[in-house]
């Protein structure tokens, strides 16, 4: 049978305020076990929660970045289970009447998003050509993603399993440094159909809170967190199939191998005859499957109920005009301008205001050589590559946007060629050092002088007898070839132009 995914994603994002939700305990990441916790976090008998005003102006621009509602009036609730990492028995949260109420945000997708009859044929690394389509890859066209609500809530502790070899093995133990940490619970509509779009949507929600300078944005430690709902229903049919909640993925391309992992479970199983459960399935990673975690659990499991210790929240309108005045050019706005602007591909826009830092970057960089086209060249073939992509390595790599730009000039100005720029960008990366500085110390200069290319092009001539006889007898793309050996030969260092001209003076006479 062919079926349709149903994908709905549960963000959770750790706000970037300097204490908790509930009380002043720091929020800082990677202290010693326990160090961030007062009676209050940890639900001590007389304690009460005192609301902190800055996670509340992120929720409203979390709201606003999203198109969303700003509701005048929210309500925190108590979510009532029971865990070794909630000291009170209970998370602080909001249930019925949350701070933001429907929101959307827009993706790029290529073909129009899978097809319900690709569904059962993906498999991971299938993926387009990227957000905006390079040359040659189909058109990408965009798709509005809902936002159901966004709400506060104080995350809770953590439970540590690896002990030093001075503890016992067979045992747990609990670290409550997280206990109470302001978070938003981003809730979109079951409007995603494929991994990929999954995928899209929460890169692009990522890059909003960061750029709204909300979250930092890191998955590795926890502080974006992603669940999906994922259901199957046979093409056509409008009612929703069963859906499972996956958990523990802590990558984008964690979220799309685990979505990708239960498409196929589910299917398999529906074509089985079997019936699918309603449940909470973990994704392990070094398995590369999911697997069943609990039951999934319904809202009348936790027994909401209002937090007797809050007062509801009140959020009048001047201060959300004045949050609202304060958000900065957003992904979107972003990229239209750089095509703009700068004249720009689609496709470069699109990577240049995926990150706030790479966008800022670029734009540094074209303020010292304003050539927007060979920056972003430069940019995303170069920088990209040696960050690795990973936008969080900007603020501390030793290459500048002054570094970048003093690089071009000295290509432009002849004192060193394209591929020689390459390496000493490298170094550059590496130490830190200034590109005029590398040239010099390591003589990396353009080699323009005559005699000297002559020779080096001799030597090229002599050892390629067959070669100069098939361009002397028409052959004129072996330029290429000659061209190509005196660079080598000289480390690169050759100007290319010049011994262009050279070769084809040589070999016409």
Not at 29 to 43: A, H, K, M, S, Y
Not at 49 to 77: D, H, M, W, Y
Not at 376 to 388: A, H, K, P, T
Not at 482 to 505: D, I, S
């Amino acid at each position: 049978m062919t079926y349709e995914v149903v994908i709905g994603l549960e963000v959770h994002a750790q706000l970037l305020t300097k204490t908790k939700l509930f009380c002043a305990c720091p929020t800082v990441f990677g202290r010693e076990p326990n160090l961030n916790t007062c009676p209050v976090c940890l639900g001590q008998p007389g304690t009460l929660p005192v609301l902190n005003r800055q996670a509340v102006e992120f929720a409203i621009r979390a709201g606003l970045a999203t198109g969303c509602s700003i509701e005048a009036k929210s309500v925190f609730a108590r979510k009532n289970y029971f865990y070794p990492d909630l000291p009170k028995g209970y998370q602080i949260s909001q249930y019925e009447l949350p701070v933001c109420l429907k929101g959307h945000l827009d993706i790029e997708i290529v073909n129009g998003g899978r097809s319900p009859s690709e569904v059962n044929d993906d498999k991971p690394g299938k993926t387009d050509g990227g957000p905006g389509g390079r040359a040659g890859s189909p058109p990408a066209i965009t798709k509005r993603i809902g936002i159901t609500r966004i709400h506060m809530e104080e995350d809770a502790g953590k439970l540590v399993h690896e002990h030093p070899g001075t503890r016992a093995q067979d045992a747990s133990w609990v670290d409550f440094n997280r206990g109470g940490t302001p978070l938003l619970e981003i809730v979109s509509e079951p409007d995603m159909r494929s991994p990929q779009e999954a995928v899209a949507y929460l890169k692009k929600l990522r890059s909003i809170l960061v750029y709204a300078e909300i979250c930092d944005g890191n998955m590795e430690e926890g502080s974006l967190r992603c669940d999906a709902n994922v259901s199957l229903r046979p093409a056509g049919q409008e009612k929703f199939g069963t859906k499972v909640e996956l958990k523990n993925m802590n990558s984008f391309k964690n979220v799309e191998k685990a979505i990708f992992y239960e498409i196929d479970r589910q299917a398999s199983v529906l074509d089985e005859g079997g019936r699918i459960l309603q449940e909470t399935r973990l994704w392990d990673a070094d398995k590369g499957e999911t697997q069943s975690m609990r039951g999934k659990e319904e809202a009348h499991d936790y027994r909401y109920f209002p937090d007797p210790d809050l007062l509801p929240l009140i959020v009048d309108r001047e201060w959300v005009e004045r949050v609202g005045k304060t958000l900065p050019e957003l992904p979107d706005a972003k990229r239209a301008r750089f095509a703009s602007q700068y004249q720009l591909p689609v496709y470069d826009a699109e990577v240049l205001a995926s990150s706030r830092g790479l966008a800022d970057f670029f734009e540094a960089c074209v303020k010292e050589y304003p050539q927007p086209k060979k920056v972003s060249n430069w940019v995303m073939n170069e920088f990209l590559r040696m960050i690795g992509n990973d936008e969080a390595r900007i603020p501390s790599s030793p290459l500048k946007p002054v570094h970048l730009a003093q690089a071009m000039k000295l290509v432009d100005g002849g004192t060193i060629s394209g591929s020689v720029a390459k390496t000493v960008l490298q170094t550059v990366f590496e130490t830190g050092e200034s590109p005029q500085s590398i040239v010099e110390k390591q003589g990396l200069a353009q080699i323009s002088d005559d005699g000297a290319l002559e020779t080096a092009l001799d030597e090229v001539i002599a050892a390629s007898p067959k070669e100069v006889e098939k361009y002397k007898a028409g052959n004129e793309k072996l330029i290429g070839h000659f061209v190509g050996q005196v660079m080598k030969k000289t480390g690169g260092r050759a100007n290319p132009a010049k011994v262009n001209e050279l070769v084809k003076r040589k070999l016409s006479s």
